[in-house]
Every structure is written in structure tokens, then in C-alpha cells.
Nanobody
Framework: VQLQASGGGLVQPGGSLRLSCSTSTNIFHNTLMGWYRQTPGKQRELVAILTSGGLPTYGTSVKGRFTISKGNAEIVINTVHLQMTNLKPEDTAVYFC?????????????WGQGTQVTVSS
């Protein structure tokens, strides 16, 4: 298993959840990690990504509500956390963790299996 995600589940609107993801890929090859999400019939949507140097990028719909962080010091990354606050029903989706890495001079992306987040009263 190269990516292991945890923390999904059911939460009421306005509540919070924390997702975590760890990768077993070579930490020195990893350049970024993050999350996308997808609902049936829609394209996968950016949630948040974080570079190994700690630079975040957020999707428009989650800015100000979600925070991505890494569980690593220095300029490496193999664990990320996504703190989600003020959750809305439209945040309901399958959340996919991914890692971008450079291996033998080529950039590739490895995806996790996805974890369900449901926001409902």
C-alpha cells in the first residue's frame, strides 16, 4: 500500500473533520501531497495541495475553511493532514489523497483509494 488515508466519516453541517494521509513512497522523491474530491457525475476537484517546502494551494470553495499541513519537518513530505472546519453539505464527496513525485527523472502521481466524507444533518 503506497498511500493510506484516514479520518473520513459523517459530520453535521458546521462541524469539523480531520483527514490524514501517509505515503510509503521514497520521501526524498516526493514533491507534493494533497487532496482532491469527487462526487458522482462530476470531475475530480482540487481541495488542497502542499509542497514539500510547505507552500499550500487551496480550491476556491474551501479557502478559509480548510487547512492543509504536513507531518514532517525540513523540506520533505510523506504525511499530510487536512483540517476541515465549517463543513457544508456540498463538501460531501469522496476525498482522494495523492502524492506527486519524481522518479528516475520523470514526474508521476500516485493516488489513494479515497475516503468518504458526508456532511448531513
Amino acid at each position: 500500500v503506497q498511500l493510506q488515508a484516514s479520518g473520513g466519516g459523517l459530520v453535521q453541517p458546521g462541524g469539523s473533520l480531520r483527514l490524514s494521509c501517509s505515503t510509503s513512497t521514497n520521501i526524498f522523491h516526493n514533491t507534493l501531497m494533497g487532496w482532491y474530491r469527487q462526487t458522482p457525475g462530476k470531475q475530480r476537484e482540487l481541495v488542497a495541495i502542499l509542497t514539500s517546502g510547505g507552500l499550500p494551494t487551496y480550491g476556491t470553495s474551501v479557502k478559509g475553511r480548510f487547512t492543509i499541513s504536513k507531518g514532517n519537518a525540513e523540506i520533505v513530505i510523506n504525511t499530510v493532514h487536512l483540517q476541515m472546519t465549517n463543513l457544508k453539505p456540498e463538501d460531501t464527496a469522496v476525498y482522494f489523497c495523492h502524492v506527486g513525485l519524481v522518479d528516475n527523472g520523470q514526474y508521476r502521481v500516485v493516488w489513494g483509494q479515497g475516503t468518504q466524507v458526508t456532511v448531513s444533518s
